[in-house]
């Protein structure tokens, strides 16, 4: 029963263009969302998040939307570099037990 | 500034046998998580510690699991006895837990790669 879904495992994108990572929850006691990305043979490494009571967060090349009432969030990465060739994960926070759920994860390929 | 550290990185071993896998937080989360990734299910959270003292360990698959924490600086995850199926890669985490509640982001260590044959 996957709370967190990454219903797309891999995704390729020309270098330069927009990468546009998606991601599904079911929970709606989930109060906190994480994007992380994973090279190989590494942990997962926090990239960014994003509250709740809010429905955009931009770092940079890195911006989270959360549409709450369709239970939907995306990371956009633009332009897309070499770089952002990794695993990224979606992934979210019951506050009250402060339990972090993943989904499986979606493969970037940033193509030359 | 030392990160999340995992040992052993590799491990192999026979089916039956007890694999024992130790991880070291950061210094000052109070935090402590395991995970187990694979192919199939992806990241999944096996237990997770809160001032070392065991909060949820609904995850974990089966009563041969079992993780402990007896100090701030240490946790081990027993596999007693290991199967092929629990071939894996097993992540641990940490992070800070507020006084106002919520965590700060989970800082991972590089992970143990496990093999049963």
């Known amino acids: 029963d996957q709370q967190v879904k990454q219903n797309s495992p891999s995704l390729s994108v020309q270098e330069g263009r927009i990468s546009i990572l998606n991601c599904d929850y079911t929970n709606s006691m989930f109060d906190y969302f994480l994007w992380y990305k994973k090279y190989p043979a590494e942990g997962p490494t926090f990239l960014i998040s994003i509250s709740s009571i809010k429905d955009k967060n931009e770092d940079g090349r890195f911006t989270v939307f959360l549409n709450k009432s369709a239970k939907h969030l995306s990371l956009h990465i633009v332009p897309s570099q070499p770089g952002d060739s990794a695993v990224y994960f979606c992934a979210a926070r019951l506050n009250r037990d402060d339990k972090i759920i993943f989904g499986k994860g979606t493969r970037l390929h940033i193509l030359p | 500034d030392a990160g999340v550290i995992q040992s052993p990185r590799h491990e192999v071993t026979e089916m039956g046998q007890e694999v024992t896998l130790r991880c070291k937080p950061i210094s000052g989360h109070n935090s402590l998580f395991w995970y187990r990734q694979t192919m199939m299910r992806g990241l999944e959270l096996l237990i997770y510690?809160?001032?070392?003292?065991?909060?949820?360990d609904s995850g974990m698959p089966e009563d041969r699991f079992s993780a402990k924490m007896p100090n701030a600086s240490f946790s081990t995850l027993k596999i007693q006895p290991s199967e092929p199926r629990d071939s894996a890669v097993y992540f641990c985490?940490?992070?800070?837990?507020?006084?106002?509640?919520?965590?700060?982001?989970?800082?991972f260590g590089n992970g143990t790669r496990l093999t049963v044959t």
């Open positions: 985490a940490s992070s800070l837990r507020g006084q106002g509640g919520g965590n700060s982001p989970l800082h």
């Open positions: 510690f809160n001032n070392n003292v065991p909060i949820d």
